[in-house]
């Protein structure tokens, strides 16, 4: 797992993006039961670096740092055309080749695509610089429109709140749902938003515009162990079940299908890290039917099986 943490900076500086960072792996909540992170803000020439947002930070370490960093997270980068540093693209191989992780965030895909992490893989950005990240680097198959992609050791994001959705997701991956949640409700975030949300939606969830939606998708929450079909879901909102999958959609930037899957793993992974059912009983308590479908999904999304899972963070626990 993950201890120590260094974030690569460059003027100007992403001063939200570097920020989320810092929330996130920065901040000592060892008290509170969370994992603490050896945080360091590198530079190639160490100093004071100007901020996009009018004021200066101070980075104290070089690239130096990065030879011990598990995580190495970049928060933005320059999209233009221009080689990145050799020495930096070297620190950066070598991160990944003795089995670390690295994190672009927003255009921070375009340092790691310029140092090879990206080519043959899918990875996203902020929607504005997807059409440039494209064109530069036509061996990395850039998604528009997705909140982050993990892929192998390497996780890109869009900017601004996707970074915070990107960091959840590292952490979760490492110390598993219970300690991802008590983090975004110390930071007061949704838990989870799954990867292939789009960027951007028509309305928030909930809210004005999509308090319809808003009863809905907490009574589904409640009722995950049951059959939930679209037109079951359609007809509680009142709605045919072509406007539901266009209104569901705009509302909440994804599929009912995507969602309630999303929902159901996500409760298998609490069931597994907090009771001891089995197996085929939880894929019952999620409305997955039967623990072969379970494992099925339950593998495709984390790479392991459901045991594999519960032992690793019940002992992480």
Do not use: K
Request: net charge positive; glycine share 10%; hydrophobic share 45%.
């Amino acid at each position: 797992m993950p201890t120590s943490v260094a974030v690569v900076v460059a003027e100007p500086v992403a001063a939200f993006e570097l920020g989320v960072l810092s929330e996130v792996f920065g901040l000592d909540r060892s008290r509170d039961g969370l994992p603490r992170y050896d945080f360091a803000v590198c530079a190639l020439r160490p100093g004071r670096l100007a901020t996009s947002s009018g004021y200066a930070i101070h980075a104290e370490h070089g690239i130096d740092r990065l030879a011990v960093a598990d995580l190495v997270a970049v928060p933005s980068w320059s999209p233009e055309a221009v080689p990145p540093p050799e020495p930096l693209v070297a620190a950066l191989r070598r991160t990944v080749g003795r089995g670390g992780r690295v994190l672009g965030v927003c255009s921070g895909a375009f340092l790691l695509a310029g140092a090879g992490l990206l080519d043959g893989r899918r990875a996203a950005t902020h929607w504005r610089y997807a059409e440039a990240l494209a064109a530069q680097f036509p061996r990395v198959d850039v998604d528009p429109g997705v909140l982050y992609v993990a892929d192998g050791p390497v996780v890109t994001s869009a900017g601004t709140a996707a970074a915070i959705d990107a960091c959840l997701h590292l952490v979760r991956e490492e110390h598993g749902v219970g300690v991802a949640n008590a983090l975004a409700r110390r930071m007061v975030v949704a838990p989870h938003r799954s990867g292939g949300q789009a960027q951007f939606v028509e309305s928030p969830v909930p809210g004005t515009a999509g308090a319809d939606l808003g009863e809905l998708l907490d009574w589904a929450q409640r009722h995950l162990a049951g059959p939930l079909p679209v037109e079951t879901l359609a007809a509680r909102a009142l709605m045919s079940p072509r406007t539901f999958a266009r209104r569901f959609r705009a509302t909440t930037g994804t599929t009912p299908h995507r969602w309630l899957l999303d929902q159901r793993l996500s409760l298998a992974e609490r069931l597994l890290e907090d009771t001891d059912l089995g197996v085929e009983q939880v894929a019952h308590r999620c409305g997955l039917g039967s623990a072969d479908t379970l494992r099925h999904h339950f593998s495709a999304r984390r790479r392991v099986s459901p045991l594999a899972y519960r032992r690793t963070f019940r002992a992480a626990g």
